[in-house]
């Protein structure tokens, strides 16, 4: 459902993916580790389509058609989900409303039947208990205020309403309490099926307990250096990243990494 | 016409003024403040493009002639309902068949004149008064159903009408009072809103101006707190081909409050222009300003904000803030507080901001599948949402809720322009 193939992006016309490759089949979870700065957040942003996120080279596919020809909300509701690193707070609207606008949308260009006012209601409340999440953070701006792990646990609700074929959960576990991480696990974990697509972007393999990946990747220098099994992990946990990327931080420094 | 008559419009639209004034219809109740505003009037000069106070805002449109000729369609059937009692004025003439008021409210159909309004378009409208409406709110009454006065303008070549409203609230009143402007047609409404409250009252007063963008408004709203009451006004405004609002409040009496909420919005080539001007006077008085501006497309916006703080006006507590969004870069806002303050026991703050939609806000909304346009609007709103949630009548909000949907909904061209 997902082929890159060779990419390479910069931001803000810095290159920063230099000659990425990943295949993602439907069923598959895989999970992308690397040191801070190595591009993870940038490869997420680029399938999501952010501005000033721009593919130079190469090509990301997501169900057969290529994602550079397409708007952030054209992708969203061919089934692509980006839980971010940092969710953005947008005092003024609320969760509600947000939610609202975004399941009309996709559900409508997915072809899926509408959900009136009262069902919607009702599904959100059930994903908010879904993430312990109080149903009453429904009614606040989106994200306005809330808690690290609060803001979390709003991506995920998010995702399990969107039912999305693929999901990008950009270190979604970071800033999470442990029972958080366990609620947080429990409801991607419900969403994993023949159909779907999950990618893990961590720094901990402790999520990897909950989340049994199928494939584990290094991104380095925006490249992935190394994939493996799960326990590809455990071993990174273990000795770090030195081992793979030379010495170097492997994050996008000014020196120019060659293959 | 032609740019001739355009370098002299300041001199010709006094001259159609005084012209007009001297002969409308007389009316005996109206006679004294007539006369003394035909004097004001032939003293007075109309701004022209040197006058500071007129430095965003061009008479020029009026060059069509709306001083020319008196307003003379008639009001649209089905007139918006938004109190329970509603006192509706066409052209500035009271429609009396449509007239309710409760109890403990008087009408009558004089006016007085004025201190505080200084501006020739206010002594033409007194000067060419034909019929006003004056609202006489008894003692200790609470009049617990809201008012609503319909200013309705309607006529189908350019031509003006001239409306006042005088509103007194007498010691102890309570009153809810929801002015709104309707227009239809090329019709320049010269309008007067004069209040003023007693001891202890208490007014919430709206103003609801979305006439049609070819209608044109100049107006005043003077607000004389001579005794210890408090005001609670609420502005929505949408921009129109010419709009232009002056506000002055005279905080008369210590212990006086005064909270002024407004929005505006200029889309495609509507203009407005807002004046405020908060006179402290007397020790111990506040006044809360907040406004926000949005402008999209060519739209216009503008907003002075003055504070005066007299020497005596120890304990001032007085603040103003103006938040504004522009929507595309093809748009303009100028914002300037203006404090003037002759004496150190005063707490002022104020503050004023020109910004855009986030970009980060924008692409979290598009990730979740909300097409741009959609997300654009729902960041305008959520702008003015704040203001929108505190207004206190549910009839008011329910009419501001989609007024405002509409008004920053994605225009046609928009993109283009910005791309
Ligand atoms: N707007 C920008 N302009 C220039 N460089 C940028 C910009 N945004 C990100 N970068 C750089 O791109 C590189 C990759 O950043 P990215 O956020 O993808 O890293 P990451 O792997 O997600 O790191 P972390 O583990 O810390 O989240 C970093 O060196 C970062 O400084
Ligand atoms: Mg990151």
């Known amino acids: 459902m997902l082929e890159i193939r060779d990419l390479h992006a910069s931001v803000a016309g810095e290159p920063i993916l230099k000659g990425l490759s990943l295949t993602v089949k439907p069923s598959e979870v895989h999970a992308i580790m690397g040191p801070n700065g190595s591009g993870k957040s940038t490869l997420a942003n680029v399938l999501a389509g952010r501005d000033n996120y721009e593919i130079t080279g190469g090509e990301a596919l997501f169900e057969g058609k290529s994602l550079a020809e397409l708007e952030p909300e054209e992708r969203a509701q061919l089934g692509l989900f980006l839980a971010f690193q940092y969710p953005v707070e947008i005092p003024g609207v609320s969760n509600m409303e947000f939610l609202k606008a975004a399941l009309e949308a996709t559900r409508a260009a997915q072809g899926k039947e509408e959900w009136d006012s009262v069902t919607l209601l009702r599904k959100a409340r059930e994903a908010c208990k879904q993430v312990d999440l109080d149903p009453q953070f429904l009614k606040r701006g989106v994200n306005e205020g809330f808690s690290g792990g609060e803001k979390k646990r709003n991506e995920i609700m998010q995702m399990l309403l969107m039912e999305p074929k693929l999901a990008l959960l950009d270190e979604t576990d970071s800033g999470l309490d442990i029972d958080a991480l366990q609620t947080v696990a429990k409801g991607v974990n419900s969403l994993r099926g023949p159909e779907r697509g999950i990618v893990l972007v961590t720094h901990y393999q402790r999520l990897l307990d909950y989340i049994v990946p199928d494939h584990v990747h290094v991104l380095s220098g925006g490249r992935i250096v190394k994939s493996g099994g799960k326990e590809l992990a455990l071993e990174l946990e273990q000795h770090g990243y030195g081992w793979l990327t030379g010495g170097q931080d492997g994050g996008n420094g000014k020196e120019d990494r060659t293959a | ?419």
């Open chain 2, 1 to 419: 016409m032609s740019r001739d008559t355009a370098l002299n419009l300041p001199e010709d639209l006094k001259t159609r003024a005084l012209e007009n004034a001297r002969q409308a219809t007389p009316v005996e109740a109206l006679a004294p403040l007539r006369r003394d505003a035909l004097t004001a009037l032939e003293g007075a000069a109309f701004p022209g493009r040197k006058t500071e106070a007129w430095k965003y805002t061009s008479l020029f449109p009026l060059t069509d002639g709306h001083l020319a000729r008196r307003a003379e369609g008639e009001a649209p059937a089905d007139l918006p309902m938004l109190g329970e009692y509603r006192l509706v004025l066409v052209n500035g003439r009271l429609d009396e068949d449509h007239t309710a008021l409760p109890e403990g409210v008087t009408l009558g159909r004089q006016a007085r004149r004025l201190e505080g309004l200084t501006t020739p378009f206010a002594f033409y409208n007194g000067a060419a008064l034909e019929d006003a409406v004056t609202l006489d709110v008894a003692a200790n009454t609470d009049v617990s159903a809201p008012i609503q006065v319909l200013h309705v303008s309607a006529g189908d070549s350019p031509s003006h009408c001239n409306t006042r409203l005088e509103v007194n609230l007498a010691a102890g009143s309570r009153l809810t009072l929801i002015e709104q402007y309707l227009g239809d047609g090329p019709v320049l409404t010269n309008a007067v809103t004069a209040i003023q409250a007693a001891d202890n009252a208490h007014l919430t007063h709206y103003r609801l101006q979305a006439d049609a963008g070819d209608s044109l408004h100049i107006g005043t709203l003077l607000f004389q707190q001579t005794g210890v009451s408090r005001i609670d006004s609420y502005q929505l405004m949408a921009g129109n081909r010419l709009r232009r609002n002056d506000v002055r409040a005279f905080l008369d009496k210590s212990g006086a409050e005064l909270n002024m909420h407004g929005i505006f919005v200029a889309r495609e080539r509507s203009h407005i222009d807002n004046q405020l001007c908060v006179e402290h006077r007397v020790p111990e008085c506040t006044s809360n300003q907040v406004y926000r501006g949005l402008a999209g497309e060519k739209g216009r916006a503008v907003l002075n904000g003055r504070i005066h703080i007299h020497p005596g006006a120890k304990g001032t507590l007085a603040e103003l803030s103006n938040k504004n969004l522009l929507l595309n870069p093809g748009a303009e806002i100028d914002t300037k507080p203006e404090l003037e303050i002759y004496n150190d026991d005063v707490k002022c703050a104020h503050g004023a901001t020109v910004g855009q939609l986030d970009a980060l806000q924008q692409f979290y909304l598009q990730s979740r599948g909300i097409p741009l346009a959609e997300a654009k609007r729902m960041l305008s709103l959520g702008f003015v949402n704040e203001l929108i949630m505190s207004l206190p009548d549910q009839a008011v909000a329910d009419w501001a809720q989609p007024w405002l949907a509409a008004e920053l909904g994605q225009r046609p061209g928009a993109d283009e322009e910005a791309a």
